[in-house]
């Protein structure tokens, strides 16, 4: 089968750091990826691990790990803004398996 | 700045009758997705094409949910007939030719409500 699981919310203020984590139950996937999604708003692509480690972006940082199962956003220096549900997704042939999302809310 | 559109963005209607809900991909995006997001179910992937052939549709309810996609610019997904259950928001994205994780591009979405 395959699943994968995320927090449902997480909270932080202006300016903090703030860890999203993805475990997954799959296998035969090319990478992961993060999509962000304002309420009201379609899904946005963050970026992608095709590899074990660490990718930047800016203020968003996305970690796989394959052989732990697990993977993580990392989103540095908050802003008000950022509040969002985020999204792991494991890349399949074509497809994306998406996760149960977490909604993240930014407090000043 | 190319981007994916869905028509119709909201849709209310009436248990028992048919919907139709149509996407136009970014132009020379070979791969089309239909998803539907609900509270409890998340995001789900219904179905999606390739070079306007169905690969995969087996996330979709067979007996009243249909996809096509009559040409390279139109793809839709209709539901006859329609249940309240079926009220969720349908996003449709599509994809280049080039495999690669960062290719889907989302449509604005149509939320669909049945009473």
């Known amino acids: 089968g395959q699943s994968l699981e995320q927090p449902s919310e997480v909270t932080a203020v202006e300016g903090a750091i703030v860890q999203i984590n993805c475990t997954y139950q799959?296998?035969?996937?090319?990478?992961l990826s993060w999509y962000q999604q304002h309420d009201g708003g379609a899904p946005t692509f963050l970026s992608y691990?095709?590899?074990?480690g660490l990718e930047e972006t800016g203020r968003f940082s996305s970690f796989l790990s394959r052989s732990d199962s697990y993977g993580y956003l990392l989103l540095q220096e908050l802003q008000m803004k950022d509040s969002a549900s985020y999204f792991c997704?494991?890349?399949?042939?074509?497809?994306?398996?998406f996760g149960t999302g977490t909604r993240l809310q930014v407090f000043p | 700045d190319a981007r994916v559109t869905q028509t119709p963005r909201h849709k209310v209607t009436e248990m028992g009758q048919e919907v139709t809900m149509r996407c136009q991909p970014i132009?020379?995006?070979?791969?089309v997705f239909w998803y539907r997001q609900t509270m409890m179910q998340g995001l789900e992937l219904l179905a999606y094409?390739?070079?306007?052939?169905?690969?995969?549709d087996s996330g979709m309810p067979k007996d009243r949910f249909s996809a096509e996609m009559p040409d390279a610019t139109l793809a839709t997904l209709k539901i006859q007939p329609s249940e309240p259950r079926d009220s969720a928001v349908y996003f449709c994205?599509?994809?280049?030719?080039?495999?690669?994780?960062?290719?889907?591009?989302f449509g604005p979405g149509t939320r669909l409500t049945v009473l």
């Open positions: 132009l020379g995006h070979n791969t």
């Open positions: 994205a599509s994809g280049p030719s080039v495999i690669g994780a960062d290719t889907q591009y």
């Open positions: 997704a494991v890349y399949r042939t074509d497809k994306l398996i």
């Open positions: 799959t296998s035969g996937f090319y990478g």
């Open positions: 094409f390739r070079n306007r052939a169905p690969l995969d």
């Open positions: 691990n095709a590899l074990d």
